[in-house]
């Protein structure tokens, strides 16, 4: 059993910034990958940006010079920090991490529970 934790959202002016977290709880191996993704209503789900166990990060181009992913290992912790934020930032943030639970099963990806992130004009 994995559990991640997320933790940040809130209603945000424009411009402003906020930090979204996420850990990581339970029973596995190790982590490799860990990223955000967000929804807004009626939109798909959208990739904002990932980060390798090594810290190499890599994001979309909607958020691209406005945001940066970190992460702290010892903790298992992975942050979003999303600066300069305009109303189509408004969404539900989701954390996920993929996860080895074990040393001979392939890596599972597991979800946060969503943060309401909203950006008023």
């Known amino acids: 059993q994995v559990q991640l934790v997320e933790s940040g959202g809130g209603l945000v002016q424009a411009g402003g910034s906020l930090r979204l977290s996420c850990a990581a709880s339970?029973?596995?191996?190790?982590?490799?990958?860990m990223g955000w993704s967000r929804q807004a209503p009626g939109q798909q789900r959208e990739l904002v940006a990932v980060?390798?166990?090594?810290?190499?990060?890599t994001y979309a181009d909607s958020v691209k010079g406005r945001c940066t992913i970190s992460r702290e290992n010892v903790t298992n912790t992975v942050y979003l920090q999303l600066n300069t934020l305009k109303p189509e930032d408004t969404a539900v943030y989701y954390c996920n991490a993929a996860v080895r639970r074990g040393i001979m099963v392939p890596t599972t990806t597991y979800w946060g529970q969503g943060a309401q992130v909203t950006v008023s004009s």
């Open positions: 980060i390798t166990s090594g810290g190499f990060a």
């Open positions: 339970g029973r596995f191996f190790s982590i490799t990958d």
